[in-house]
């Protein structure tokens, strides 16, 4: 695809180079595709377009329509992926004609040789794209973020926003993509019931009932009434001046306080009761768009910063799933929070905060995709009678725990690899084989217990396995993806399936099975990938025990080879081999948290993003307030693109 | 303290108060004013349900050997012995939007929609086109205090699928107010019953004028804020307004003196409330939503239903049937051996048995001059055949209920050669009183299915 202004970029980047020379040789766009085409297409031609034509290619990749210099160039991403197959042996497949080694060495001398884009300081938009649709990022509020911010308005969890639907995911795989929170007449009713509720619990005309917890909320909320005198009407001011700009975390106009007070008159005209009056003003702030909905507004239109007060808002969500709190927005109204300086001592806070669970319940667990344990995954309970409710709690607990700690305390990123100890309860220390803390959720060493990292967790081995056995399949593909950010395309349909290659012998291991499975090529191009990483995780059963044999007890072999020709056995090899590609496990682990911040799928105008906070986090130890620091002074997290209204 | 209000009915309890709103009889008298034709011949209401059940069926189990009347029921198919003479058996039904895409979300976003699905992680969501269910509420939505019901069992699958490019959101969601819209379903009980009979939720009556005020309130700011918003943030603001608009005409249809004189009265003692959340477990959870499914058209508080018993792609463990070791998705990969098939088809059976339950339930209940099946159109099948090879061909479709006495039933009718499932769904339509020519990508009525 042709991108107009496209040659404009370029000349941008070319003066980009001449400043700073860049290490790798950058080619000129034209020449650098005319080289593809005399010198690489005849190779992928020959070797790779049988699978990967143009008619539903294998893993969707086409490597057939890019014939023209233009089309080379618009396939940037592509490139990429495809020298990293090739450098890692993974393609072409097993079984299938080899690269020679003169023609693999071509081909990745021409792709280390792409031009490098500098495209930090711009956005996907209209200018930059020839036909671009806009990614929604004025959204309503998550269920998470909803119960956030109720709890932290209120001072107090009131639980009113549980029943709410749960929220699908788009982008990058989060819930906080605007493009799939979809606003239904159940939200709206939830919505204003859960107002109602919250506002009836913590303001009710008696106080008698209240606990001390809904006491001091009480006392908050009418805080700005104590030691003044006033009309009804100007006290319910009062209330909502100090209310009202939290919730909607930004000043708010009078004219919108004068409109809420209108209301106030309605029910105090009603009733002759001020507090009511308050009640319902209160509620209505609860059901607002201007609470409900993340509204990022447009002035001009195109690219522009946002408000220091949407930046603000942006910060919390992204550390807390909440809104700002009031040092936050000080800053922001003074006009200081956009401050390098700033925003670093304010992220350094911001993680040290209790709030900062978040980005281990919220964050991490929709990263891993470990939600649904406990409910619609979950071990059989004839085989495995140990597996409760509370075993369930404990192992997502110890993820969520793992995770957050990794951020409040500064700690490197590659502890979600392999870490020298465990943070567990007395439940989880039983199923590790390790001696309990002395307080439930302590840190204690892992010994030479094999666990340490996510890759052995309770929560990520139950996970991945079936509900009576577990699936070295599943384990595998779960590490490719989630650790290692690779896809693993769906099998094929008609592809032969284990038994049918595996009839002659029926007395095989399942893993014998599935070796011989992955003798056809066209198996073999993905299991040669998954199945040594699962294999090696086969030492623990369904609940994540160790276990010395499998359940046929047949003594476990968890030893794995990869395509590459490394060799490894167990967990612990495993973890080696993750360490050596710790690169790529920082390079996903950095996109992840990039569009759970943005809300959106990433597009090549953020891979500048990716790229700088690559080399930060190697310079600085992968020291995870890094990562989060980088995109908050990211360019696409302090901006966004406004497509006008018609 | 802070009230518990996770609770749902017990089954028993429940039960209880159900029978004392079953025992009321339909009463053609309190219709509405505004109400369509057949109302005003005084014949009761048609209405329909879609049952949505996930990872396909064997379909050597599923389809007869032979059709028309003296079929024989096959394994799967079984537990329809009982209800043989109320339900039609379709095979040979095609969705031909699915052939392409993956295997799971391309298949079940469009199963009311009958249009292509597009393959997206999120930007630009589509199912190709408004759900049947959701035209049909647009047509006769307002003669009922719900116009439409949507019901689950489990949470909206979170993340995306990104081997496949595709958000897990599409295998959650049957049910589309427009392509770009999917509808929230509820899967709590005890929030399913509040709404179906407005004495609590937000059309409790000493509450309702309050949350009136509230919805002018936010109404107008969501008004004003729209127009600050750029191009693509407004259609997320349209979404809050027209979901706010649908609340306030809820509202105001139960305060129309007319809208409902008769109250299912349930005495507060017959509702339990000392079981936190949804059931735990899904078997107890499916058969108190198909008990509220009857008493919503029983007590014709809504005509459209959906329900999806579980998410596409469900792992659900079914080891509880005899004979069955496993999970359903897992085990409807069965790659051809006899001893997956075998747990597959008994998975189905599972599924069946719990439909024709609901039928009987349904024709328990006199109605008119017959029972209330005869006045319904339950759809019960999934958006794939063979669960193996992802087939969204030949789909495993039954039809239950006679829809007003207009339905041959006790048939086993196979179609030949191309046979859009969106045939069926017109002739559905066609029932409801939807005036419309065509729907999704249907060629024609299905005449087959009618009386003669």
Same mark, same amino acid.
């Given at each position: 695809?042709?991108?107009?202004?496209?040659?404009?970029?370029?000349?941008?980047?070319?003066?980009?180079?001449?400043?700073?020379?860049?290490?790798?040789?950058?080619?000129?766009?034209?020449?650098? !595709?005319?080289?593809?085409?005399?010198?690489?297409?005849?190779?992928?031609?020959?070797?790779?377009?049988?699978?990967?034509?143009?008619?539903?290619?294998?893993?969707?990749?086409?490597?057939?329509?890019?014939?023209?210099?233009?089309?080379?160039?618009?396939?940037?991403?592509?490139?990429?992926?495809?020298?990293?197959?090739?450098?890692?042996?993974?393609?072409?497949?097993?079984?299938? @004609?080899?690269? +020679?080694? @003169?023609?693999?060495?071509?081909?990745?001398?021409?792709?280390?040789?792409?031009?490098?884009?500098?495209?930090?300081?711009?956005?996907? +938009?209209?200018?930059?794209?020839?036909?671009?649709?806009?990614?929604?990022?004025?959204?309503?509020?998550?269920?998470?973020?909803?119960?956030?911010?109720?709890?932290?308005?209120?001072?107090?969890?009131?639980?009113?926003?549980?029943?709410?639907? !749960?929220?699908?995911?788009?982008?990058?795989?989060?819930?906080?993509?605007?493009?799939?929170?979809?606003?239904?007449?159940?939200?709206?009713?939830?919505?204003?019931?859960?107002?109602?509720?919250?506002?009836?619990?913590?303001?009710?005309?008696?106080?008698?009932?209240?606990?001390?917890?809904?006491?001091?909320?009480?006392?908050?909320?009418?805080?700005?009434? +104590?030691?003044?005198?006033?009309?009804?009407?100007?006290?319910?001011?009062?209330?909502?001046?100090?209310?009202?700009?939290?919730?909607?975390?930004?000043?708010?106009?009078?004219?919108?306080?004068?409109?809420?007070?209108?209301?106030?008159?309605?029910?105090?005209?009603?009733?002759?009761?001020?507090?009511?009056?308050?009640?319902?003003?209160?509620?209505?702030?609860?059901?607002?768009?201007?609470?409900?909905?993340?509204?990022?507004?447009?002035?001009?239109?195109?690219?522009?910063?946002?408000? @220091?007060?949407?930046? !603000?808002?942006?910060?919390?969500?992204?550390?807390?799933?909440?809104?700002?709190?009031?040092?936050?927005?000080?800053?922001?109204?003074?006009?200081?929070?956009?401050?390098?300086?700033?925003?670093?001592?304010?992220?350094?806070?911001?993680?040290?905060?209790?709030?900062?669970?978040?980005?281990?319940?919220?964050?991490?667990?929709?990263?891993?995709?470990?939600?649904?344990?406990?409910?619609?995954?979950?071990?059989?309970?004839?085989?495995?009678?140990?597996?409760?409710?509370?075993?369930?709690?404990?192992?997502?607990?110890?993820?969520?725990?793992?995770?957050?700690?990794?951020?409040?305390?500064?700690?490197?990123?590659?502890?979600?690899?392999?870490?020298?100890?465990?943070?567990?309860?007395?439940?989880?220390?039983?199923?590790?084989?390790?001696?309990?803390?002395?307080?439930?959720?302590?840190?204690?060493?892992?010994?030479?217990?094999?666990?340490?990292?996510?890759?052995?967790?309770?929560?990520?081995?139950?996970?991945?396995?079936?509900?009576?056995?577990?699936? @070295?399949?599943?384990?595998?593909?779960?590490?490719?993806?989630?650790?290692?950010?690779?896809?693993?395309?769906?099998?094929?349909?008609?592809?032969?399936?284990?038994?049918?290659?595996?009839?002659?012998?029926?007395?095989?291991?399942?893993?014998?099975?599935?070796?011989?499975?992955?003798?056809?090529?066209?198996?073999?191009?993905?299991?040669?990938?998954?199945?040594?990483?699962?294999? +090696?995780?086969?030492?623990?059963?369904?609940?994540?025990?160790?276990?010395?044999?499998?359940?046929?007890?047949?003594?476990?072999?968890?030893?794995?080879?990869?395509?590459?020709?490394?060799?490894?056995?167990?967990?612990?090899?495993?973890?080696?081999?993750?360490?050596?590609?710790?690169?790529?496990?920082?390079?996903?682990?950095?996109?992840?948290?990039?569009?759970?911040?943005?809300?959106?799928?990433?597009?090549?105008?953020?891979?500048?993003?990716?790229?700088?906070?690559?080399?930060?986090?190697?310079?600085?130890?992968?020291?995870?307030?890094?990562?989060?620091?980088?995109?908050?002074?990211?360019?696409?997290?302090?901006?966004?693109?406004?497509?006008?209204?018609? | 303290?802070?009230?518990?209000?996770?609770?749902?009915?017990?089954?028993?309890?429940?039960?209880?108060?159900?029978?004392?709103?079953?025992?009321? *009889?339909?009463?053609?008298?309190?219709?509405?004013?505004?109400?369509?034709?057949?109302?005003?011949?005084?014949?009761?209401?048609?209405?329909?349900?879609?049952?949505?059940?996930? /990872?396909?069926?064997?379909?050597?189990?599923?389809?007869?050997?032979?059709?028309?009347?003296?079929?024989?029921?096959?394994?799967?198919?079984?537990?329809?012995?009982?209800?043989?003479? &109320?339900?039609?058996?379709?095979?040979?039904?095609?969705?031909?939007?699915?052939?392409?895409? &993956?295997?799971?979300?391309?298949?079940?976003?469009?199963?009311?929609?009958?249009? *292509?699905?597009?393959?997206?992680?999120?930007?630009?969501?589509?199912?190709?086109?408004?759900?049947?269910?959701?035209?049909?509420?647009?047509?006769?939505?307002?003669?009922?205090?719900?116009?439409?019901?949507?019901?689950?069992?489990?949470?909206?699958?979170?993340?995306?699928?990104? /081997?496949?490019?595709?958000?897990?959101?599409?295998?959650?969601?049957?049910?589309?107010?427009?392509?770009?819209?999917?509808?929230?379903?509820?899967?709590?009980?005890?929030?399913?019953?509040?709404?179906?009979?407005?004495?609590?939720?937000?059309?409790?009556?000493?509450?309702?004028?309050?949350?009136?005020?509230?919805?002018?309130?936010?109404?107008?700011?969501?008004?004003?804020?729209?127009?600050?918003?750029?191009?693509?943030?407004?259609?997320?603001?349209?979404?809050?307004?027209?979901?706010?608009?649908?609340?306030?005409?809820?509202?105001?249809?139960?305060?129309?003196?007319?809208?409902?004189?008769? /109250?299912?009265?349930?005495?507060?003692?017959?509702?339990?409330?000392?079981?936190?959340?949804?059931?735990?477990?899904?078997?107890?959870?499916?058969?108190?939503?198909?008990?509220?499914?009857?008493?919503?058209?029983?007590?014709?508080?809504?005509?459209?239903?959906?329900?999806?018993?579980?998410?596409?792609?469900?792992?659900?463990?079914?080891?509880?049937?005899?004979?069955?070791?496993?999970?359903?998705?897992?085990?409807?990969?069965?790659?051809?051996?006899?001893?997956?098939?075998?747990?597959?088809?008994?998975?189905?059976?599972?599924?069946?048995?719990?439909?024709?339950?609901?039928?009987?339930?349904?024709?328990?209940?006199?109605?008119?001059?017959?029972?209330?099946?005869?006045?319904?159109?339950?759809?019960?099948?999934?958006?794939?055949?063979?669960?193996?090879?992802?087939?969204?061909? /030949?789909?495993?479709?039954?039809?239950?209920?006679?829809?007003?006495?207009?339905? &041959?039933?006790?048939?086993?009718?196979?179609?030949?050669?191309?046979?859009?499932?969106?045939?069926?769904?017109?002739?559905?339509?066609?029932?409801?009183?939807?005036?419309? &020519?065509?729907?999704?990508?249907?060629?024609?009525?299905?005449?087959?299915?009618?009386?003669?």
């Amino acid at each position: 695809m042709q991108i107009p202004g496209f040659h404009v970029h370029w000349a941008i980047a070319l003066i980009g180079c001449l400043v700073v020379p860049s290490v790798t040789f950058a080619a000129e766009p034209e020449a650098w !595709a005319q080289q593809y085409l005399e010198q690489v297409m005849p190779v992928v031609r020959q070797k790779c377009v049988k699978c990967h034509g143009k008619e539903e290619p294998d893993g969707g990749i086409d490597l057939a329509s890019p014939e023209t210099t233009d089309q080379v160039i618009a396939q940037h991403e592509l490139w990429s992926l495809v020298g990293k197959r090739i450098r890692l042996n993974e393609m072409p497949p097993q079984g299938s @004609p080899q690269l +020679s080694d @003169p023609e693999k060495a071509a081909f990745m001398r021409w792709i280390d040789s792409s031009p490098k884009q500098n495209l930090c300081n711009q956005l996907a +938009s209209d200018e930059t794209q020839s036909w671009y649709r806009g990614y929604v990022m004025s959204r309503r509020l998550t269920q998470t973020e909803y119960n956030n911010m109720l709890r932290d308005l209120f001072g107090v969890d009131l639980q009113v926003g549980r029943d709410l639907p !749960a929220d699908g995911a788009g982008g990058e795989g989060f819930d906080t993509a605007g493009d799939t929170l979809f606003t239904s007449p159940i939200h709206l009713e939830k919505y204003l019931l859960a107002a109602d509720r919250a506002i009836e619990t913590v303001l009710p005309d008696s106080t008698e009932s209240l606990s001390e917890e809904l006491q001091r909320a009480r006392e908050r909320l009418l805080a700005p009434l +104590s030691g003044t005198t006033g009309t009804p009407r100007e006290s319910a001011r009062k209330v909502l001046d100090a209310f009202v700009n939290r919730a909607y975390r930004r000043p708010v106009a009078s004219e919108e306080i004068e409109r809420l007070l209108q209301l106030f008159d309605t029910t105090f005209a009603h009733t002759g009761n001020m507090l009511a009056g308050i009640r319902q003003t209160l509620k209505a702030v609860l059901v607002s768009p201007h609470f409900l909905f993340i509204g990022e507004l447009e002035h001009e239109g195109g690219v522009q910063r946002l408000t @220091p007060q949407e930046f !603000a808002t942006r910060l919390a969500l992204l550390v807390w799933s909440s809104l700002p709190d009031e040092e936050l927005r000080t800053l922001a109204d003074a006009g200081t929070l956009f401050e390098t300086e700033t925003i670093r001592q304010q992220i350094r806070r911001m993680l040290a905060d209790p709030k900062a669970r978040a980005l281990g319940e919220n964050f991490a667990m929709q990263w891993l995709g470990l939600n649904r344990l406990g409910s619609s995954v979950r071990p059989d309970s004839a085989a495995y009678p140990e597996f409760n409710d509370e075993l369930a709690y404990s192992m997502r607990e110890e993820v969520i725990r793992t995770t957050y700690e990794v951020f409040r305390e500064n700690r490197s990123l590659l502890e979600f690899v392999d870490a020298s100890d465990v943070v567990i309860d007395e439940p989880l220390a039983r199923l590790y084989g390790l001696n309990p803390p002395p307080r439930d959720w302590q840190r204690v060493p892992s010994g030479d217990s094999g666990r340490g990292g996510l890759v052995t967790t309770a929560a990520m081995l139950a996970s991945t396995s079936y509900p009576v056995r577990t699936s @070295p399949v599943l384990r595998g593909s779960w590490v490719l993806e989630n650790i290692l950010g690779e896809r693993v395309p769906p099998p094929p349909p008609n592809v032969p399936s284990l038994e049918e290659t595996a009839k002659e012998n029926q007395a095989l291991t399942f893993r014998e099975r599935l070796e011989q499975h992955r003798r056809d090529p066209q198996c073999g191009s993905c299991h040669n990938r998954i199945d040594p990483l699962g294999f +090696s995780l086969e030492q623990y059963d369904v609940l994540g025990r160790f276990r010395e044999r499998d359940a046929s007890g047949q003594p476990i072999d968890a030893s794995g080879e990869l395509p590459s020709g490394q060799k490894f056995i167990g967990a612990s090899g495993l973890k080696q081999v993750l360490l050596a590609r710790k690169r790529d496990v920082m390079k996903h682990l950095a996109k992840k948290m990039l569009g759970y911040a943005l809300g959106r799928e990433l597009n090549k105008f953020d891979a500048c993003v990716i790229d700088e906070t690559l080399k930060e986090l190697e310079g600085r130890e992968y020291r995870s307030h890094v990562l989060i620091e980088q995109i908050a002074l990211s360019y696409p997290f302090q901006h966004r693109y406004f497509k006008k209204a018609d | 303290m802070i009230p518990q209000f996770r609770q749902y009915l017990s089954r028993r309890h429940f039960l209880r108060g159900a029978s004392v709103a079953l025992a009321l *009889p339909w009463l053609p008298s309190i219709r509405p004013a505004a109400s369509s034709a057949a109302e005003s011949t005084g014949k009761p209401p048609v209405r329909m349900a879609f049952l949505y059940f996930p /990872n396909g069926a064997w379909m050597d189990a599923w389809v007869p050997k032979t059709s028309g009347r003296d079929y024989e029921l096959p394994f799967s198919l079984t537990p329809l012995e009982s209800v043989k003479s &109320d339900v039609l058996v379709l095979s040979g039904l095609d969705k031909k939007h699915s052939r392409r895409g &993956d295997g799971h979300y391309a298949k079940t976003a469009n199963f009311l929609t009958g249009m *292509p699905v597009t393959k997206t992680t999120g930007k630009d969501v589509s199912s190709g086109g408004i759900s049947v269910d959701q035209l049909a509420a647009q047509h006769m939505g307002h003669l009922t205090p719900l116009p439409s019901l949507e019901l689950a069992t489990e949470p909206v699958i979170t993340g995306i699928d990104s /081997n496949v490019g595709f958000t897990r959101l599409y295998g959650s969601h049957i049910s589309w107010q427009s392509a770009g819209r999917p509808l929230a379903r509820e899967i709590n009980p005890r929030i399913v019953y509040d709404r179906l009979f407005g004495q609590k939720g937000v059309a409790e009556p000493h509450k309702s004028t309050e949350f009136r005020h509230l919805l002018d309130f936010v109404l107008e700011d969501a008004r004003m804020l729209r127009q600050k918003l750029s191009r693509d943030d407004q259609f997320k603001m349209d979404e809050y307004l027209d979901s706010v608009r649908a609340v306030e005409k809820r509202i105001a249809f139960y305060a129309r003196a007319e809208a409902r004189q008769w /109250n299912p009265d349930i005495p507060e003692e017959a509702v339990a409330r000392d079981y936190p959340g949804a059931p735990a477990d899904f078997r107890e959870h499916i058969g108190i939503l198909f008990d509220l499914i009857v008493l919503a058209f029983r007590t014709d508080s809504t005509r459209i239903v959906t329900m999806m018993l579980a998410n596409d792609v469900s792992g659900r463990n079914f080891s509880f049937l005899e004979g069955v070791s496993g999970g359903h998705h897992q085990l409807s990969h069965h790659e051809n051996r006899p001893e997956n098939i075998d747990q597959y088809q008994r998975i189905t059976r599972w599924h069946v048995e719990q439909y024709a339950r609901l039928l009987e339930n349904l024709r328990g209940i006199p109605e008119g001059e017959g029972t209330l099946l005869d006045n319904c159109m339950i759809l019960c099948g999934s958006s794939i055949s063979d669960g193996n090879r992802h087939d969204p061909d /030949n789909l495993p479709i039954l039809l239950g209920g006679r829809g007003g006495s207009t339905i &041959d039933s006790g048939r086993h009718v196979a179609f030949e050669g191309e046979q859009p499932l969106c045939n069926l769904y017109l002739s559905m339509l066609d029932r409801m009183g939807v005036p419309v &020519d065509s729907f999704g990508d249907s060629t024609s009525k299905l005449s087959a299915i009618d009386l003669a």
